[in-house]
């Protein structure tokens, strides 16, 4: 069984999994009494770069890098992402680190709160400021989310590296194809059920976008009620959330390598959240949309109140593909086929945040 690592993000620390020949080994917390909202698993390096986001009450947000697969840790001596002055705000939480495709070594893009996107090109070790993002015109109309005013999505095309997509809490998706120098909201489609106008040009809260494996083009979205798919890069979305027991939730999360395959985790309500008819369920489905099965076996079958956060579903390179997802119970489950069967990895932890896992050697 290929080797996989498993990156854990909680409320207070950092935990990592190793699967070798099958069994999981794990050790933490890093970073411990500090919250983890954003882990990146570089993988374009001989050996993979750990990249977390952890947020400490007292000294604040940082950025930490490991080249040793998380035995040690380092932290610029200057913070790695800085808003200038003129921007008259300072960085809160970092929500998202992505590392950019074969098509850019080296960039890795950050998305902040407050609704900054930052790009890197020394691997995340140094960040700037996307300044045409932050300049868009529609910013001063962007209204915070519940969970604040951030990018908490990037989406890059292995195609293309000028080619970024972006989801805002809650302002909606907007899309570069020049490199960043110009943005364009990018929700036809896409509703917005909570303001007197459902279908704005932006302002959706979208929650969490995912990239089919094998059509570039096409992008599966989990929005604040709703779940669509867009078949042109995000052009025009169109509403796949029939035969799911819920259409609000927050994570979503693409096959690895095979297309038409997408995994969500239905929440019962923006008012109520908490998985839907109280059962832990995965569904996924196999042909884009058009329909969706729920994943249970090995999964808790009492009544179940863990909800999954929009980066705590993921899936690893693997084929079958494994997936994975933990909640704010504290626990994490797995699934070594595709999601068909599910064992618990851990319980008890703080609450999960965020979730990444990688093919290593």
């Given at each position: 069984?290929?080797?996989v690592l498993l990156a854990v993000g909680t409320r207070k620390g950092l935990f990592i999994g190793r699967r070798r020949n099958g069994a999981w080994g794990w050790d933490?917390?890093?970073?411990?009494?500090?919250?983890?909202?954003?882990?990146?698993?570089?993988?374009?390096?001989?050996?993979?770069?750990?990249?977390?986001?952890?947020?400490?009450?007292?000294?604040?947000?940082?950025?930490?890098?490991?080249?040793?697969?998380?035995?040690?840790?380092?932290?610029?001596?200057?913070?790695?992402?800085?808003?200038?002055?003129?921007?008259?705000?300072?960085?809160?939480?970092?929500?998202?680190?992505?590392?950019?495709?074969?098509?850019?070594?080296?960039?890795?893009?950050?998305?902040?709160?407050?609704?900054?996107?930052?790009?890197?090109?020394?691997?995340?070790?140094?960040?700037?400021?996307?300044?045409?993002?932050?300049?868009?015109?529609?910013?001063?109309?962007?209204?915070?989310g519940g969970g604040g005013l951030a990018v908490h999505t990037v989406i890059t095309d292995p195609r293309d590296a000028d080619a970024v997509t972006v989801a805002v809490s809650t302002a909606g998706v907007f899309r570069t194809r020049d490199g960043?120098?110009?943005?364009?909201?990018?929700?036809?489609?896409?509703?917005?059920?909570?303001?007197?106008?459902?279908?704005?040009?932006?302002?959706?809260?979208?929650?969490?976008?995912?990239?089919?494996?094998?059509?570039?083009?096409?992008?599966?979205?989990?929005?604040?009620?709703?779940?669509?798919?867009?078949?042109?890069?995000?052009?025009?979305?169109?509403?796949?959330?029939?035969?799911?027991?819920?259409?609000?939730?927050?994570?979503?999360?693409?096959?690895?390598?095979?297309?038409?395959?997408?995994?969500?985790?239905?929440?019962?309500?923006?008012?109520?959240?908490?998985?839907?008819?109280?059962?832990?369920?995965?569904?996924?489905?196999?042909?884009?949309?058009?329909?969706?099965?729920?994943?249970?076996?090995?999964?808790?079958?009492?009544?179940?109140?863990?909800?999954?956060?929009?980066?705590?579903?993921?899936?690893?390179?693997?084929?079958?593909?494994?997936?994975?997802?933990?909640?704010?119970?504290?626990?994490?489950?797995?699934?070594?086929?595709?999601?068909?069967?599910?064992?618990?990895?851990?319980?008890?932890?703080?609450?999960?945040?965020?979730?990444?896992?990688?093919?290593?050697?």
């Open positions: 069984m290929t080797d933490g917390p890093h970073f411990p009494a500090q919250a983890v909202y954003a882990i990146g698993i570089d993988t374009r390096r001989p050996t993979p770069r750990l990249l977390a986001g952890a947020d400490s009450a007292h000294w604040g947000p940082s950025v930490f890098r490991s080249d040793d697969l998380g035995q040690t840790w380092l932290e610029p001596r200057q913070p790695a992402i800085k808003y200038p002055p003129d921007t008259g705000t300072s960085l809160e939480r970092v929500w998202q680190l992505h590392p950019a495709g074969p098509a850019a070594p080296g960039v890795v893009y950050a998305g902040t709160e407050p609704g900054g996107l930052f790009r890197s090109e020394d691997g995340g070790e140094s960040f700037t400021l996307v300044r045409p993002l932050w300049d868009h015109p529609s910013r001063e109309r962007w209204v915070p960043g120098k110009s943005w364009a909201p990018s929700n036809s489609g896409v509703k917005a059920v909570f303001l007197p106008d459902p279908d704005p040009e932006f302002g959706q809260c979208v929650h969490k976008i995912a990239q089919d494996p094998a059509d570039r083009d096409r992008l599966y979205l989990q929005n604040h009620w709703g779940v669509y798919r867009s078949d042109d890069a995000g052009a025009r979305w169109t509403d796949i959330g029939g035969g799911l027991p819920s259409d609000f939730g927050f994570a979503t999360a693409a096959h690895p390598s095979r297309g038409n395959v997408a995994y969500v985790f239905p929440i019962t309500a923006d008012i109520d959240r908490v998985p839907a008819g109280h059962r832990c369920r995965v569904y996924r489905t196999s042909d884009a949309g058009g329909s969706w099965e729920a994943l249970a076996d090995g999964l808790p079958q009492e009544d179940h109140y863990g909800t999954v956060l929009r980066d705590a579903l993921c899936v690893d390179g693997c084929d079958p593909a494994g997936v994975y997802f933990g909640n704010r119970n504290g626990e994490v489950f797995a699934s070594a086929d595709d999601g068909d069967t599910w064992r618990q990895l851990l319980a008890h932890l703080p609450d999960v945040l965020c979730v990444r896992a990688a093919v290593v050697a």
